[in-house]
């Protein structure tokens, strides 16, 4: 079954405590991304890569780092997580960056940082 | 920077009716537009996608329209049901990003 899997589903830490959310796709999908979704906020893009080696900012990346080893993994890292940083966190995936296929989802990840 | 908006916020309607859902972006450099549903603490499911070339796009009872020209697109939903119940996003594609709407939720009254 095509997907995009993504671990923890929920997650509750402290401030400072470094943490890594996995994702991944098994559609060898060469574009993926991550998003944060906030009330009354939609979903922002933090961080997203066009291919193995090739990572670029979103809109919101103050505080996290990504990195893209493999074709089919896109962990997100947050080296010390602060309060603003709690959200619920969407991997997503798609065939190229500049195409014409959508974007594939995984089931978020639920973010708490007390 | 891409900007996209969802109107109305919330929308409440009796079951059977037919309704529409508003996208406006304000680039149209884009390469297509995908409508989505997401249910409360839940993930998105794709509904339809409609490239940038195209008009529309049916499934089902959801028809999407896109005017690349004017920035906007509608998502009409025929017969509503109960189950239609959720948010609904809207995401244009512009090669590197992606931007969402805030969305629109929507409750049909049994």
């Known amino acids: 079954e095509a997907q995009v899997t993504q671990n923890p589903r929920y997650l509750i830490t402290v401030t400072g405590k470094k943490l890594t959310v996995t994702c991944s796709q098994n559609?060898?999908?060469?574009?993926m991304s991550w998003y944060r979704q906030d009330p009354g906020l939609g979903l922002r893009q933090i961080y997203y890569s066009m291919n193995v080696e090739v990572t670029d900012k979103g809109d919101v990346p103050e505080g996290y780092k990504v990195s893209r080893k493999e074709k089919r993994n896109f962990p997100l890292i947050l080296e010390s997580p602060s309060p603003n940083q709690t959200s619920l966190y969407f991997c997503a995936s798609t065939q190229t960056g500049g195409s014409y296929n959508e974007q594939f989802f995984g089931p978020g990840t639920r973010l708490t940082v007390l | 920077k891409q900007e996209v908006t969802q109107i109305p916020a919330a929308l409440s309607v009796p079951e059977g009716e037919n309704l529409v859902l508003n996208c406006s972006f304000t680039d149209s450099a884009i390469y297509n537009l995908q409508w989505f549903r997401q249910d409360p603490g839940k993930g998105l499911t794709s509904l339809l996608l409609?490239?940038?070339?195209?008009r529309e796009q049916t499934s089902g009872r959801l028809n999407a329209s896109l005017d690349k020209s004017s920035g906007r697109s509608t998502l009409y939903i025929a017969a509503s049901q109960p189950g239609d119940s959720a948010t609904y996003l809207c995401?244009?594609?512009?090669?590197?990003?992606?931007?969402f709407g805030t969305g629109t939720s929507l409750t049909v009254i049994p």
């Open positions: 995401a244009v594609n512009t090669g590197n990003q992606f931007y």
């Open positions: 559609m060898n999908h060469e574009y």
């Open positions: 409609i490239q940038s070339s195209q």
